[in-house]
């Protein structure tokens, strides 16, 4: 019982860290608006922005890997929990553009080069190689239950400042970023008490733990190039998470559809968004049960095909906002199923302990492309066409994506059918 609860506490810290780096990192989600009145940008310049932070995301999963690999867990999450709060806390004294790049380029070095590589490895290790989906489900879900939570918190104090005086735009979000800064500092300070550095060594050091499908087959890094099985594995995961995480991006034209093409009020569209964050943690969680139970596979490409069925209808049908409204969470639903088991694929990869944080690195850098890839697109089309038509191409091209990794998905099924 000890052993279970010291496990499960480990997976909460890991998931309110990454709850408050994330919901930051992504605001835009919930604050698009918000952020270009306070910021005075317009939605190019937004776009540029995370063009910048992708980048410097995409550089540094590879890295990520090997701080995973080499140093303490417990001083990773802290020192990046602490720089991401000092660049929130930026963020509110209403910098110049050229000032708003570098935070972004900070945040992408705080959130993936730190942080990212170190806490998917604990989660894996925690789950002791034969509960991927539901401890990556878990990690997700709590993920995106803290992020639900911060985000609400930070729309009600929002809308307040908004409803007292609807010029204030400003104040309001001079408060939202304050309070991501006081959350992100208070859980380094939690950190540092709560999390024991014999844990996080236990997590680092632990390569001798005992998982069925690790001691089968012990590839290494340097495997990769070499075994052509291995390789095929690595390509396709990766591939598939490249497609799932393009439709979780969708989320972030969400905003824009609903106050641009459906004429929603700017609350309003909030509300309805920090509705979806609060799907994160129910779908996956459920999808990360569902894939232990069932086939990770199959619970994978039925999340993916609903929601694109629901994008689908998003914009090609017509309907009351209402029903939009609903149908946006439930996309948000899906897309959370997707996030929540698309990495419990990892189980199908067999690699010891000391290289798992390479590993992740590795697949990540491919994986997560859409970071750099989809805020390029967008720059290209909302500097090419008005944002409406932008915003419904670049949810058109996303949805092509989607059903590419239906079938990478089935293919990988197929494959490791044969050789797992």
Not at 7 to 30: C, D, E, K, M, P
Not at 36 to 58: P, R
Not at 259 to 270: C, E, G, K, L, Q
Not at 275 to 298: C, E, N
């Amino acid at each position: 019982m000890g052993k279970k609860y010291e496990r499960y506490t480990q997976l909460l810290l890991l998931a309110l860290s990454s709850g408050a780096i994330f919901r930051l990192v992504y605001l835009r989600t919930s604050f698009q608006e918000g952020m270009q009145a306070a910021w005075s940008i317009d939605i190019i310049q937004l776009n540029e922005l995370y063009v910048w932070l992708g980048f410097a995301i995409v550089i540094g999963y590879v890295p990520s890997g090997w701080i995973a690999d080499r140093f303490s867990t417990k001083w990773v999450i802290v020192v990046s929990l602490g720089l991401t709060a000092l660049l929130s806390g930026l963020f509110a004294l209403t910098p110049s553009f050229s000032t708003l790049k570098m935070i972004y380029l900070g945040l992408g070095f705080s959130s993936v080069f730190l942080f990212w590589s170190s806490h998917m490895r604990a989660a894996r290790v925690l789950s002791g190689g034969t509960e991927e989906g539901k401890f990556f489900g878990l990690l997700d879900g709590g993920r995106g239950l803290s992020e639900a939570l911060f985000a609400s918190l930070a729309t009600v104090g929002f809308q307040w400042i908004v409803v007292a005086d609807t010029q204030n735009i400003d104040a309001a979000m001079q408060f939202v970023f304050v309070f991501f800064a006081i959350i992100l500092m208070l859980l380094a300070v939690m950190n540092i008490f709560l999390l024991s550095p014999d844990q996080t060594q236990k997590i680092r050091k632990h390569s001798h733990i005992q998982s069925k499908n690790i001691a089968k087959t012990p590839y290494t890094i340097s495997d990769l190039f070499k075994n052509r099985v291995l390789m095929k594995q690595v390509i396709l995961m990766s591939t598939i998470i490249f497609s799932g995480y393009t439709l979780f991006f969708t989320g972030f034209a969400f905003s824009s559809l609903l106050i641009s093409t459906f004429h929603v009020p700017i609350v309003t569209a909030a509300y309805v968004l920090s509705g979806v964050l609060w799907m994160r943690p129910v779908g996956a969680i459920s999808g990360g049960f569902l894939a232990d139970k069932y086939s990770k596979h199959m619970i994978l490409a039925i999340s993916m095909i609903l929601s694109i069925l629901g994008i689908v209808l998003l914009l090609y049908v017509p309907m009351p906002n209402i029903l939009r409204f609903v149908l946006i969470i439930f996309i948000g639903l899906m897309n959370a199923m997707i996030r929540g088991v698309y990495w419990s694929l990892l189980h199908y990869i067999q690699v010891p302990e000391q290289e798992l944080g390479r590993m992740i690195g590795l697949i990540s850098f491919i994986g997560y492309l859409p970071d750099v890839l989809l805020p390029l697109l967008s720059v290209y089309l909302y500097l090419r066409l008005p944002e409406i038509q932008a915003t419904r191409l670049y949810l058109q091209v996303s949805l092509i994506i989607g059903i590419i990794g239906i079938i990478l998905t089935t293919y990988f099924y197929r494959h490791t059918k044969r050789h797992y």
